[in-house]
């Protein structure tokens, strides 16, 4: 097989409303749908953000269930050039990072939360080549 890439991500909060304040209003991610208490979608790139009430996705029977509980981790992928220009732009935000890492290319990458406590993280482009 020769996939061309993970084309949904998906993650699950029970309080959309908060979830489209953060991604769309503070993160600014363009919204694609949004069914209260169900789901929202947000574009992100060529790749799409899939976030999910699993009260209610888990008891669904098409598409199959599925829900998660705890703290899903993802990652957004921004261009070198402009890293700490985003690094900045989410301090001025307001929002905490939590962490940060060096990897052995010597990129960093930051990491903070989202309202419903789920870890996301900012890379610089290249960081798995």
Not at 50 to 64: G, Q, V
Not at 86 to 104: P, S, V, Y
Not at 108 to 123: A, K, M, T, W
């Amino acid at each position: 097989m020769n996939f061309l890439a993970i084309k949904e991500t998906c993650i699950y909060c029970r309080d959309l409303e908060r979830a489209r304040e953060f991604y769309g209003g503070i993160l600014g991610l363009p919204m694609i749908s949004y069914v209260e208490g169900k789901h929202i979608f947000f574009r992100v790139g060529a790749s799409v953000l899939l976030i999910f009430n699993p009260d209610d996705s888990r008891m669904k029977t098409s598409p199959p269930a599925h829900y998660a509980e705890g703290r899903q981790h993802y990652a957004f992928e921004v261009t070198k050039g402009e890293y700490d220009r985003h690094k900045q732009k989410i301090q001025e935000k307001g929002i905490t990072i939590i962490d940060r890492l060096i990897w052995k290319n010597g990129s960093e990458s930051f990491y903070f939360n989202d309202p419903e406590g789920n870890i996301l993280e900012i890379v610089p482009e290249g960081i798995w080549d």
